[in-house]
């Protein structure tokens, strides 16, 4: 399971150290890929193998199957931990996720995402007021 926020640097060959209670999770294969609310995702080879199951599954012919199949698949790299533990964003991923000399990572149980500093504080704005958040999460049954 992946939770907690970090905070890491990008260096200037767009390598960025993937926290140390990451890495254990990800030696077997790691998949990064755009994601939903403008950030990144990185994937357990075992998770995106679930994720690529559950896309195969949903109709050709839905054109919202078909946008996220292209969003997702179409920009993700399978990605290898150096012995650093960082993994290389290309200049694509990382101009599309806002990423310069640092990112915040993020644990989302099932799988990291990556934001830019800037875009996740202001995600998170809105739910610093306990009833706003309250009320965002009313109807999930938590």
Known sequence: MFTGEYRHTVDDK???????????QLESGAFVS???DG???????AGWDRLDT????????????RLFQRQIFGGALEAELDRQ???LLPAYLRDEAGLAAEAVIVGVRDHAEIWAPDRWAEYRRPMADPQA???A???LGI
């Open 14 to 24: 767009g390598r960025l150290a993937i926290p140390a209670r990451f890495r254990a």
């Open 34 to 36: 755009r994601w939903i």
């Open 39 to 45: 950030c990144l995702a990185i994937h357990t080879k």
């Open 54 to 65: 559950t896309v195969s599954g949903l109709a050709i012919t839905d054109a919202r199957a």
């Open 85 to 87: 533990g960082r993994i």
């Open 133 to 135: 958040f309250a009320d």
């Open 137 to 139: 999460i009313a109807g």
